[in-house]
Every structure is written in C-alpha cells, then in structure tokens.
C-alpha cells in the first residue's frame, strides 16, 4: 500500500520560510516525478512545483524564485523548501507522486496523493 506523508507545516509570518517534508512507502519513486500542490479553501487545486526522476525541477510563476524542491531518494522523500512566504501562499499543500519519470502539471496526472498539510502565512 502507496503511503506519502506531508510534515512541515505550520504558521509562520510573511516574509518567513517552512521546508515541507514527503515521505513515501509502498513504492520505490526514485525513477517517477513528484510533485507539490496546495488548496486554498474556496479554490482549486493548484500546482506549485515539480521534480523529475533526473531532479529537473518545474515551478508554477507564483513559486520561481521563491520556492525549491529537492528528493532524496535514499530516503524515498521529496522536499519544499519555501522562503519570502506570502499570505496568499495560505493553503493546504500536498504531496503527489506520478507512475512516470516526467513531470506534470495537472493533478490528473498523479496517481498517489498525501493528506495534506496547513501552511498559514499570517500577514
């Protein structure tokens, strides 16, 4: 049974940083893409990054520059680093990881998802 588990997350004031953690178990995604989604209440679910099986990265614009993701795949986990937060970065935030070595920008394209975890920027 495919596991990804989100930690990191928090409240934090503008201006601030939260390194989200992905853990998996189940399955070995050193050679799939993962990726990082959030959720505002009231929205949809959106994309903020990506990484491949080669660690080539993909952003959405609201997250270049400010934003990293990084995989260990030792440990099967996959990392947001998130640095100058906003409040409008306020949302849950999930993990999701592709039976693919490419990366995607829409969650159709992921078969394994998180529950998610709260990143409150107050302002």
């Known amino acids: 049974q495919v596991q990804l588990v989100e930690s990191g997350g928090g409240l934090v004031q503008a201006g601030g940083s939260l390194r989200l953690s992905c853990a998996a178990s189940g399955r070995t995604f050193s050679s799939d893409a993962m990726g990082w989604f959030r959720q505002a209440p009231g929205k949809e679910r959106e994309f903020v990054a990506s990484?491949?099986?080669?660690?080539?990265?993909t952003y959405s614009d609201s997250a270049k520059g400010r934003f990293t993701i990084s995989r260990d795949n030792a440990k099967n986990t996959v990392y947001l680093q998130m640095n100058s937060l906003k409040p409008e970065d306020t949302a849950v935030h999930y993990c999701?990881?592709?039976?693919?070595?490419?990366?995607?920008?829409?969650?159709?394209?992921?078969?394994?998802w998180g529950q998610g975890t709260q990143v409150t920027v107050s302002s």
């Open positions: 999701a990881a592709r039976r693919s070595p490419e990366s995607a920008v829409s969650p159709e394209g992921y078969a394994y």
């Open positions: 990484i491949n099986w080669s660690a080539f990265s």
